[in-house]
């Protein structure tokens, strides 16, 4: 066998931060970047490299189950006999960026492994699997990564963590711009970001402006964008834009900062964290994807979706 099957990355378009407070959150299937398990892959470091990452995961999965920390039933035996016969996990989803890299690769081994696989519907269940298979790379995970890489289908956190997979949206071509990704060709450290975020928020003040503005501004967004509103969408990233700006400035590059504001300022585009920050990808608005071109061409930009 050659490969099996593909588990897209996966973009969370809004909810980062915020979520750790209650708010809702969105994240959807990135068809663009994907991993996939092969035997007899490339040769040359990438694969010895993957190779050598699939033991070690294996191996903590292993001493996970040994503790009574993993539920679900994995074939662990299977998956290290194949791991000695030269399997890899070729990816082209970078590191670092947000999008899901650890991810894809848990969803993968969910699919493959897993002795009996818990029912798509429960979602709940399934988000708990991943959590803990997904704690070797991140020391905590919500989950939700995973989730969307398997389902390959957008999922939406509600109120009280619960969660819905929802339909993406169509929208009418009414412009030149859309919905785009802003590379800033650096990586992001995502603990050290939660852990300030987590600070600030011991601030009553800072506190309660997340929960009375960020968190119900979040839910306008996404409100938006599944209905295909981009008119409401626009308006509402604006003020989103400007919020992190306010309250998220540690997150935001320093190279891209005065880019940022000034988009805003002039309304050419609008921008706001994809995952983390500090790094990776960032996501941005426009009515004029040229003109947003123009500001940001230290960057690369790619359009994720027209309206």
């Excluded at 973009?11 to 931060?17: N, Q, T």
């Excluded at 999965?61 to 539920?71: A, D, E, H, N, V």
């Excluded at 399934?126 to 398997?150: I, N, Q, R, T």
């Excluded at 626009?234 to 988009?263: D, I, N, Q």
Aim: include cysteine; charged fraction near 25%.
């Amino acid at each position: 066998m050659q490969q099996r099957k593909n588990f897209y990355s996966k973009i969370l378009l809004f909810g980062e931060y915020a979520l750790i407070v209650g708010s809702e959150a969105l994240s959807v299937p990135y068809r663009e970047l994907y991993g996939s398990f092969v035997f007899g892959g490339k040769s040359g470091d990438k694969a010895f490299d993957s190779n050598g990452h699939l033991k070690k995961y294996a191996g903590y999965l292993r001493r996970l189950f040994q503790k009574g920390s993993l539920p679900g039933q994995l074939n662990i035996s299977q998956f290290e006999k194949e791991i000695d016969e030269g399997l890899t996990f070729e990816s082209n989803i970078p590191l670092g960026y947000g999008l899901g890299s650890s991810g894809a690769l848990v969803a993968a081994v969910y699919e493959r492994y897993a002795r009996f696989k818990i029912p798509e519907e429960d979602l709940i269940t399934l988000k708990g699997v991943f959590a803990a298979m997904e704690s070797y790379f991140h020391g905590k995970s919500s989950g939700l990564d995973p989730l969307v890489c398997y389902l390959q289908k957008a999922v939406k956190v509600e109120k009280n963590n619960r969660l819905q997979v929802v339909e993406q949206p169509h929208f009418e071509k009414k412009s030149d711009g859309g919905l785009f990704l802003l590379d800033t060709a650096t990586t992001g450290e995502t603990q050290p970001l939660v852990n300030y975020f987590m600070g600030q928020c011991q601030k009553p003040d800072f506190l309660q402006q997340i929960k009375s503005k960020l968190v119900p501004l979040n839910a306008k967004c996404i409100r938006a964008y599944l209905t295909g509103d981009s008119a409401a969408l626009f308006s509402c990233m604006e003020k989103l834009s400007a919020s992190t700006l306010r309250y998220f400035r540690p997150m935001v590059p320093e190279k891209l900062f005065p880019l940022w504001e000034k988009g805003w300022k002039d309304k050419s585009c609008f921008l706001k964290l994809c995952g983390s920050g500090g790094g990776g990808m960032m996501l941005g608005v426009t009515r004029n994807f040229e003109k947003a071109k123009e500001l940001l061409n230290s960057f690369s930009l790619e359009i994720f979706q027209e309206f």
